[in-house]
C-alpha cells in the first residue's frame, strides 16, 4: 500500500514504461478459437515432426514445446494434434491483435517480435496518468486513456501494483519513487490491455518494466494469464535480477554467444557454430567470473565478424542494461520470407514443384501483407493496391545434413538475389500464372545458378523470401510505378541488385538474423520463426541486412553485355530484363 503524507513528486524525469506480451501457446490458442471444443482438451500444432507449440492442458501432462510427435503422444496418447504449416491464420490474428494495441501507445511505438510478442511504449500515457493520481484517493483512481476526451479510461486502485512483483516498493521519499510509480500506473494499464484481449479470445503473459530487456524477461517470470512488474531499481537489485537467469535466456544473447562464455567459465571447449538453447551457467556465474570484464569479453567475443562493440553491449546485458528503444508501429514487414525444409530433393521435378508451393505461399503472405483496399483508385483488379513493395527476390538453398553429421547449420547455404519482377505486383493476371511465371521464369534459373545441373542435388532448405521493402508512397524507388526508373538510372543498383551471395562461413550476425529453431529435419525457422526467449532483439538489424561473402557478379563469370533494342543502351545481359521493365513502365 501506499502511504504517502506529502504531495507527489513533480514527474519530469525521462522514464520509459515498456509493457511486452507474449500471447499463451499462441498457435493452440489460434486453433482453440476456430474450435472452441479444443480448449478442454491437450492440443498439439505440429508442423513436420515435431510441435510447434502445444497448450497448456498438454503441457500439465508433460507436453513440451517443440517435442517430437512420437514422443509427445507416447507421453499423452490422447493429445489431439492439429496441423500448423499454414501460417495465415496465425499472422492474421497477430495482426488484428497487433491493431488492438496499437492506440495505447501515444508515442506510436510498438513492435512486433515473431507473431506472438508485441512491446509497447507507454511511456507518455503512464506519465499522463502519474499526473493524475490523487494520493488522497489512491484507491478510486481513474486510468485516462485520451488527453481529449476525460471520461474515456478505467477505474483502478492505484494503492497497489496490479499483478506479481519482483522487488520491494520504495519509500515516499526515495529517488526512485516516481520510477515506481510509473510501473505501478502501467501495472494497471498492463491489466487492462490483458483484459481488452481475452475479450478476443487470447490470453498472453507481459512484464513491466523501463527497458525492453528487463520487462521480457519479467515477462517470462509468470507464465500462462499473468503480468510481473519489475520494482526493483538500485543497480544492485537489478544486477541480481540478472544474476538468475540462464544466460541463453537473455534476450539480445545468442547461441554464439553463450557457448564462447560458457566454455570460458566452465574452461571448458566448445564449439560456437553449434546452433543451441542449452546452457548451463547463468548470468552471475558469467558476470562474477574472474576477471570478467569488457576487454575479457571483446576479446572471447571480438574479431572478424563478430559485432562491433560486443564487449560493451554483453557486459551491458549481464547488468541489466539495455537501450534499445521499441520501434516505431509499422504493420508492414521488412520482408517476407518463405522456407521449407526437406528430407532432400533430388529430382528437377521435386525442385519445381516445391518452387511452386514456396511461390504460392509468397503470393498469399505478399497479398495478405503488403496489399490494402483501396476505394479511391479506379484500377484493373479493382480497389485494391500495394502499401509497398519488396524489390528485391532473394533464392537460397542450403544441402540436406543431418543433426549427425555435427556440421553446422548453415553450411552449404548459398543465396541469389535478383530484382522482384513487376508482373508479381499485378492485379489483373490470374494468380495462378503469376506463380507458375515466378516459379519457373524467375526461380528456376536462379536455383540453376546456384545449384548448376551437373551437380548431384540434395537439397534439405529453400527459402524465397522478398527484400528490400519499400513502402509506397515514398519517393525512393518502387513506391510509386513509375520512379522505377530512378532505380535503373544507377548502374552501380542494377549491379549490386544482381550480386551473387554465398553464405558458406558467414559469421554470426550475419545472414544470420532468424536462427534455425530446430536442427535437422522438420526445422521451422524463417518467416515461421517466433520471437522466442532467445529473441535477438537488440540486433534486429541483421535480418534486413543482405548477406555478406559476397561475390560480384563480375565472379561469377556473367561478363557480356547487350544493346537494348529500345534505346540502345549497352546493358550488362544479365539487367536486360530489368532495363526493359524500366521501359515497360514508362509505357503505363
Ligand atoms: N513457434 C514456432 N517455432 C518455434 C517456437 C515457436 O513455430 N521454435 C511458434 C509456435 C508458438 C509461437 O511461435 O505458438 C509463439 O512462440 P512462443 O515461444 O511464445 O510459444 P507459445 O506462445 O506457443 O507458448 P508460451 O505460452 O510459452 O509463450
Ligand atoms: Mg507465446
Ligand atoms: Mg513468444
Redesign the pocket.
Known sequence: MIDLDRPWPASKISFSNIIPQ????????VIENQNPQLKAVPLG?K?KGIL???N?EARRRGVT??MQIFEATKICPDLVLAD?EDLSP?RDVSKRLYSLLEPFSWNKKIERL????VFLDVTDLVAYNVELLNSNTLQQSFFCLSREDPEQGFPYDASAVSGCVHGSPPAPGDPSFTQYLRILVASHLAHYLRLKLEEEGYTC?CGISSSKLLSKLAGNKN??RNQTAIVAFGEDAIVSFMDEHKLRKVPGIGGRTTRLLEGHVLSKEMDPSVYTMECSVTVGQVRAHPGMSVPTLEKLLGGPGSEKGIGEKVWGLLHGVDNTEVKPASLIPTQISIEDTYKGLHELSEINRELRALSTSLLRRMHVDLVEEDPKRDAPGGSQRWVAHPKTIRLTTRPKTSPSDAIPYNAGRTSRSQPMPNFIFSFSMLRDAIIEKLASEVLLPMFLKLNPAQRQWNIGLINICAANMVVTGNDDGLGSGRDISAMFRRQEDVLREWTVYSDDGVPQNQGQGSPP??DGEGA??GD??????DADFGNQGAEEEEDSGTKTWEEDGWHGTEHCHRCDLLIPAFALLAHQRYHATECD
Do not use: M, R, W
Open positions: 507474449d500471447y499463451d501457446c499462441f498457435y493452440a490458442q500444432v508442423q510447434a507449440t502445444c497448456y514445446k517443440l500448423g496465425f515473431g507473431l506472438d510478442e503473459a507464465k500462462p529453431n530446430v521451422i525457422s515461421n520463426a517466433p520471437a522466442p526467449n
